[in-house]
């Protein structure tokens, strides 16, 4: 807690609605109207309501019963959970594409650190945008965003925002945001919790900040009462998990229409393949492992996979492996999704000074390591002139040379 952020640099992004909205998204009858994603049977819960279904009182963990009660011309829908996973690996790709600092918290929600990648994308505000718009148009769903100092603020903020939000809490300003909030805000503060603390005249999180930390701690415990008084501070010093632990890179692409030609698909996987090259050459890692994962339009999964005793971080040696995987899955009665992971990751090997370079233990093909040099100048110069700047076609014009990396 002594090393506090400078800067608010931590997003927390947050579907609206999530199941609600992507059923909404799914069908345009619904759009506009009380949706009401639930168990239908005669003990079902309420997992979703759109705003519109809210304004009539309904919320999530409510009975359905009781749910029909109140809003009686809703539209109940059943849940669809490998729906929403889908659209929700949309949304973290998205997320992944900006930063390789991604900590996922469920379906629905994740926490960025952007403050590494100001150079090639601006503030934490224009990211936040940025994601906002690509969520908006690429996966049809409304996100709200957070930006603060601390992860625990940035929750706040992004709950503040709902809906369809952006609310940054600007370094210094973080306890008049804090203070004025009911104390349930506060991480970890249930009724039981909020029934004591109310016995000492706690209402809000400035109540919690003014009370010393021995009534507190008389109050609700050692740990519990240290943690709200940290809280209550905004003393929160947990770092994003780094994507460096993941044991895998990826990226999927849902297709607004189901895609049957082979063509098509190998422009997607072009651009699949490109991006993963570029995630783990920006993360200094090489992949062993190369899959590529397929859907059906009902939903039907496939995946296939490669393992070379090469590690790569090559782009077209990535698109080389997915071609000749996609040989292997039937694709004639159409795709609605596909995606490239690389797995089994190694760090890349430290760059030797100098041409004495025999004891560097580089496993990578001679081909590889030439052509991944060429990719990292495309890499920097995509980082100062935009990612327009060099298109990925250069990738698929490898393909009929004898020489490249294909063979
Ligand atoms: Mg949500």
Known sequence: MTD?????????????????????????GLRGTPVVVAGLGPRGVVCAASYEARRFGVHSAMPTARARTLCPDGNFVSPRHDVYSEFSAQVMTILRDATPLVEQLSVDEAFLDVAGVRRLLGTPTEVAQQLRARIRDEAGLVASVGIATTKFLAKVASDLAKPDGLLVVEPGSELDVLHPLPVRRLWGVGPKTAAKLERFGVQTVGDVARLPLDVLVGSVGAAAGRHLHDLSHNLDPRDIVTEREAKSIGNEETFARDLTSRSDIERELVRLADSVGSRLRASGLLARTITL?????????????????APTDTSSTILATARELLDQIDVARGLRLVGVHASNLVAEPEPVQGALSFDAVDERSPVDTRRTRVEHTMDEVRRRFGRDALRAATLVDRRDDPGGPTR
């Open 4 to 28: 506090a952020r400078v800067d608010a640099t931590i997003l927390h992004l947050d579907l609206d609605a999530f199941f609600a909205s992507v059923e909404q998204h799914l069908d345009p």
């Open 293 to 309: 994962k397929a859907r059906y339009p009902d939903f039907a999964t496939v995946t296939r996979a490669h393992t070379s005793a």
